[in-house]
């Protein structure tokens, strides 16, 4: 291609323009993207998708990192085919860039050869520094790296609020030894640039700020906290007015000319140029493995918020290679596999992806047979009785002289039914209720572009991801699906049980702690808890009464205050939580029983007809079960349909990551064949089968 086509392609992203541009409710998302990349970004963009409350708000601008202009352009070709088969409706912006042949970043690129694994040859690594210049007329834009991972909380990242005079936001690590380290091994400290820029904010007294060396006291004091710029959240107006990027660059030049200022990382530079132009960010902006700090936030947000899988240790190499390394990764590996999973769906067997084996990992459980299979093995795998599931309403009837029948796949392909009683003694033992059939797809509903399946009585099975297929034998079709989770959750786990109803006046069922004790190991527990002010869709809550941080409770504004509570939290479900003055969230109510929101297993609601209401104050930000049971109820006739609530149930669990499967209007799935009412019932897991490996 000629000088003159690349530079007409080029003008051309320049001013295609998306929607939304200068629109202050548009997030607005930079990726840096190149040849090893490639195969790495719509992953990234399909997250942000997944998790995003208003996901056509989203505009990602991507950036075509070429080693010269043909390359860019070429780079660019394959991004745009790749964003119409696999995520056609989203909003995008792509530009071809290299880097200035006259600019610092240029000469460091080529005359110095100290590599890592972070090196680009295109010099994408170091796009970050000029999204600024790149994008000049929106009013901030969130960078993120290409191995992070958004399954939360986009909109808080995004709102956050950078004060009068701040240009970043970013995630910072409260650990000296790593500040201490970092001086050691990656700044000149005898270095005009490394001083000057240091000193800028705390000057020595006299004249004597660029003669003497800088010391690690002072770098110290200048940075008592040390960022990760894998996540950025850029002011452009104030970016530019600093001249950030001259900054970086003249950086890069003395580094180019042969001159060791900084380490090659472009941590570094972020540090030189704006360590004093930086509010910190949520923790959850940048969850990573390492170091200590940033683990432990990992786990304390129970793997939730912007995965960062820093490091040379990337989801897609375990999927490859079939090992997980440790439970952390483990975990952390459902969020990737999950976007993932809803990419290949949409553009099955693309080759950039090459992920069709790590879809695998994540279940989907499209009857509940095989939901109830993938539920066997999390209380295999979570077998803990200081974890606990929450049951929203008065459970089914539940016997332990129940029978099942079994039926015990041979090899011949023949079956031998057996009966045994389901009680304690017979741990994990419901697969007894299965037999194997070959099946086919149901029914698949698309809801806002994310992949959710739904059936009626007379579809057929689908496999979970062992290639087993699982189906309820006939005789136990008086069962509904709420007794027979019941029966498992209740007699057949070493979970304890919190079941959560509201109080009244009405007698609770009849429900026994001291009989069903002796159902369960003595160390496990099944409660009924009052709640008088659980948000359940019976409260008048007028819209004035929800204000930043109030809440019921004496300790509520040093409660609200640790959950970084924001304005525009007001109208959305799945996000920390702001209490109406007339009720409480689910969160609020664990916590103050001393509960972890970690230890939540499992969910079940059945809570009448205010069963949706529940699921909005379930704070899933927090409390991220492996499993989750909804039966919604509507009155026959009345105003809206049934899929319509279950449109909004699955909206909402999609965004906290769970795979859902949806039936309405199923025998199995009614209250005792009640007609005045429609019905719907809904499961999803949130799991991947590493977590659930032995």
């Known amino acids: 291609m000629s000088m003159l086509g690349v530079l007409a392609l080029a003008l051309l992203a320049l001013l295609v323009l998306p929607q939304g541009l200068s629109d202050p409710d548009y997030i607005h998302i930079g990726i840096a993207v190149d040849d090893n990349s490639l195969k790495d970004f719509l992953i990234v963009m399909q997250s942000a998708l997944i998790t995003s409350k208003s996901p056509s708000t989203l505009t990602f601008h991507i950036v075509a990192c070429g080693k010269d202009a043909n390359l860019a352009v070429e780079l660019m070709k394959q991004i745009e085919q790749a964003l119409v088969k696999c995520l056609p409706h989203s909003n995008y912006q792509i530009k071809p860039f290299t880097l200035p042949e006259t600019s610092g970043f240029y000469s460091q690129l080529n005359n110095v050869k100290k590599r890592s694994h972070w090196y680009s040859p295109s010099g994408a690594d170091m796009v970050r520094f000029f999204l600024a210049s790149l994008f000049p007329d929106i009013p901030r834009i969130l960078y993120i790296d290409n191995d992070v991972i958004i399954n939360c909380c986009l909109e808080e990242v995004w709102h956050t609020d950078l004060g ?175 976007a993932v999973k809803y990419l290949t769906d949409k553009c099955p067997n693309y080759e950039l992806l090459h992920t069709d084996k790590c879809a695998s990992h994540i279940p989907v459980c499209n009857t509940f047979s095989d939901y109830i299979h993938v539920v066997e093995q999390i209380s295999k795998k979570f077998y803990d009785s200081g974890n606990i599931i929450l049951r929203f309403g008065a459970p089914t009837k539940v016997s332990s002289s129940v029978k099942f029948p079994v039926i015990v796949p041979i090899d011949n392909n023949e079956v031998v039914p057996k009966e045994y009683i389901l009680d304690s003694a017979k741990h994990n033992q419901v697969q007894g209720i299965f037999h194997t059939h070959n099946g086919h797809h149901g029914r698949h509903h698309h809801y806002h572009g994310y992949h959710a399946h739904a059936r009626d009585s007379h579809s057929s099975p689908v496999s979970y991801s062992d290639n087993t297929h699982y189906q309820l034998d006939p005789s136990i079709n008086e069962l509904s699906y709420l007794s027979i989770l019941d029966h498992f ?166 965004r906290a990551g769970f795979m859902v499967v949806t039936e309405t209007n199923t025998d199995k799935c009614k209250n005792k064949l009640q007609s005045e009412y429609d019905y719907a019932c809904i499961w999803g897991t949130r799991v991947n089968t590493f977590e659930l490996l032995d």
């Open 164 to 338: 009068p005079d701040a240009i970043v936001g970013i995630a910072l690590d409260d650990l000296k030894w790593a500040t201490s380290t970092q001086f050691k091994r990656q700044y000149n400290a005898s270095h005009p640039l490394v001083i000057s820029n240091i000193r800028r904010s705390f000057p020595l007294p006299g004249n004597s700020n660029f003669q003497n060396e800088l010391q690690e006291d002072e770098f110290m004091k200048a940075l008592p906290k040390y960022p990760n710029d894998g996540v950025l959240l850029i002011d452009i107006q104030r970016y530019n007015n600093k001249k950030i990027l001259d900054c970086a660059d003249n950086i890069a030049r003395a580094n180019g000319n042969g001159d060791y200022v900084v380490g090659l990382g472009t941590q570094q530079f972020t540090v030189l140029c704006m360590y004093d132009r930086w509010v910190e960010l949520t923790p959850r902006a940048n969850l990573r493995h390492f170091p200590d700090m940033a683990r432990g936030y990992l786990m304390w947000f129970y793997y939730t918020g912007f995965l960062h899988y820093a490091g040379v240790s990337k989801p897609r190499a375990m999927c490859q290679w079939g090992d997980p390394g440790n439970e952390h990764r483990a975990s952390s590996y459902t969020a990737w596999a999950t």
């Open 489 to 654: 959750t209740l007699l057949n786990t070493s979970w304890n049980i919190e079941i959560i109803e509201k109080k009244t006046s009405e007698k609770l069922p009849s429900i026994s702690r001291t009989a069903l004790a002796a159902k369960r190991s003595s160390s496990n527990y099944v409660i009924y808890n009052e709640i008088q002010d659980l948000c359940d869709g019976t409260q008048v809550v007028p819209i004035t009464d929800v204000t930043k941080g109030k809440s019921n409770g004496k300790d509520a504004d040093k409660y609200n205050s640790k959950l970084t509570i924001t304005a525009w939290n007001t109208t959305v479900p799945n996000t920390n939580p702001i209490y109406p003055t007339h009720c409480k969230s689910v969160l609020d109510h664990i916590k103050k029983k001393k509960i972890g929101h970690w230890a939540v297993v499992g969910i079940i609601i059945d809570y009448k007809l205010a069963s949706l209401e529940v699921l909005r104050y379930i704070d899933f930000d927090f409390i991220r079960p492996k499993f989750i049971f909804i039966r919604l109820m509507k009155v026959r006739h009345s105003a809206g349909s049934i899929d319509d609530l279950a449109h909004v149930a699955i909206e909402i669990l999609v």
